[in-house]
């Protein structure tokens, strides 16, 4: 039986929920989701500039588990901005 998920600890909450590509229908658009962990590892990370270890503090996770969230959200934007995608940010209400 595997280890339930510990519960990550987010203070952001984005005022939006869609970035897209100016000019193209969301119709036209493929589109990629972020979590709202995702969201707040690159928060902590990449615009607060907080190491890693720091950054899994503050979310109450272990750095290889931050590790991971963060990987993934930087893959998901990378294929957004390259491949012209649509981001929607999916926001947790059960927050802690």
Not at 18 to 47: C, H, Q, W
Request: hydrophobic content about 35%; glycine content about 4%.
């Amino acid at each position: 039986m595997p280890r339930p998920c510990k519960r990550r600890i987010v203070e952001f909450t984005p005022n939006i929920s869609y970035f897209k590509p100016v000019g193209v229908p969301m119709r036209d658009l493929d589109s990629i989701s972020l979590t709202s962990e995702e969201v707040e590892a690159i928060r902590l990370n990449d615009y607060l500039g907080l190491t890693q270890s720091e950054a899994s503090k503050k979310m109450g996770i272990s750095q290889p588990t931050f590790n991971r969230i963060i990987s993934s959200a930087r893959k998901k934007i990378s294929d957004a901005l390259i491949n012209g995608k649509a981001i929607e940010i999916i926001i947790n209400e059960n927050k802690e």
